[in-house]
C-alpha cells in the first residue's frame, strides 16, 4: 500500500459516499443516522450523516469529519494508514484508477452492501454468553503497560482480580477464536465489530466487565495501543457499572457516582462504595429511583466534561427533590488521579 498519497487519490477517497464508508465501519444507518460509534448514546441516534457535503457528524459528542477521520476515529489509525484501508477496501489505487471506473465500483459493488433497508439488519444487543467467554479467554494484567496505567489510576493487582479486569494482548487471535466458537454474525450482533473479520479496536487492551451476578451484561475496552481511548460495543446501550453494590448497600448508606470505571474501581478500593456512569451524558433518567434511597456523592472528572456531568446529575435528582453533593478533584484530575497520588506519594 502506498506511503505517500497524491492530491488526486486523496480527492477520491474524500469523494466516497459517506454512507457506504460509515457502513463499512459497521455503522448501522436508518436513514441518515446511527448511534455513535463512541457509545454514549442511549435512546436516539446522535450520528449523522450528510450526503450534500458527503461529511459526518455525532451532534451527541461533537466528533465530525469526511470518510478519512472517520476510519482514523473507528480504528485509531494514523492518516496515512486511514487512507490505505480505504484504498484497500474501495478499490482505489493511487492514482491509477480512473473517477469513472470508481464510480461504477461503488453504484455496482461485487459484494453486498451494509446499508440495506432496516427491516433487514439486525439490531446489536448485548450478548453476556459472549462476552463472559470473551474474558475468560484472556488473563490477568502482566504486561507492564497494563500494569502501568492500573498503577497511575490506583488500581493495585488484587484490586483488578477482584473487579475481573483482564488484558488482552492480541485482538487478532482474539477475533479468529470468537468467530471459531460464535461466528461472525454473533460477534458483529454483539458490538465487538463491524464489517470486517476484526475486532473494532487494535492493540494491546484492558477489559472492564459490567457483571450482574455471574453474568457479564457488557464490557468497556481502554485501548493503550491506539488513539481511540475507550470502546464500548457498537449500539448497545451503556450500563451502570459497580450496579451489583446497590444490593450490597444499606438504605441512606454513601454511594458516590463516579464518571469513569477507574475512577468507580479505584474508590471501591480505597474503602468507598462506587458506582460509575460512562461519560459526562451517559446518565439515564430510569437510574434515577434505585440511587434515591441512597446519601448520594457526584464524583466528576477536573473538566469541562465533569462540569455537564455535575449538571446533568443535579438535575435529574432535583426533579424528585433529592439533594447530590460533589466531590471535585483538582483540574484536569479525576478521582482514580487523586486515589493514585495518594498510594504513591
Known sequence: MPTQLSDQTLARLRELPMAEVAAAMGIILRGSKAMCFNGHDTASPSFTVSKTRNTWKCFGCGEHGDAIALVRKIHGLGFIDACNW?????GVAGSDVPPSRLARSIARPTKPQSVVPSTSVPSNRPDPELYGWLTAHCGPVKASLG????????????????FGIVELVNPTKAYLKLEKHWGAERIRAAGL????????????????????????EYLQVRCLESSMKFFGPSGIPKPMFNRERLRQLRK?????????????????????????????????????????PFDLVGVPDGDTAGEKFMKCLANEFRARSKSVRFAIPPEGMDASDVIARGKNA
Open 86 to 90: 480505504l484504498c484497500s477496501h474501495f
Open 147 to 162: 500494569i502501568n496505567y492500573l498503577q497511575a489510576h490506583g488500581i493495585s493487582p488484587e484490586l483488578a482480580l477482584k
Open 193 to 216: 465489530s463491524g464489517s470486517r473479520r476484526a475486532l473494532s479496536w487494535y492493540g494491546y487492551a484492558l477489559l472492564f466487565p459490567f457483571k450482574s451476578g455471574a453474568a457479564t
Open 252 to 292: 441512606g448508606g454513601l454511594l458516590h457516582i463516579c464518571e469513569g470505571v477507574p475512577d468507580a474501581v479505584a474508590m471501591e478500593g480505597a474503602g468507598f462504595a462506587a458506582v460509575a456512569v460512562l461519560g459526562a451524558t451517559s446518565f439515564r433518567s430510569e437510574w434515577v429511583e434505585e440511587l434515591l
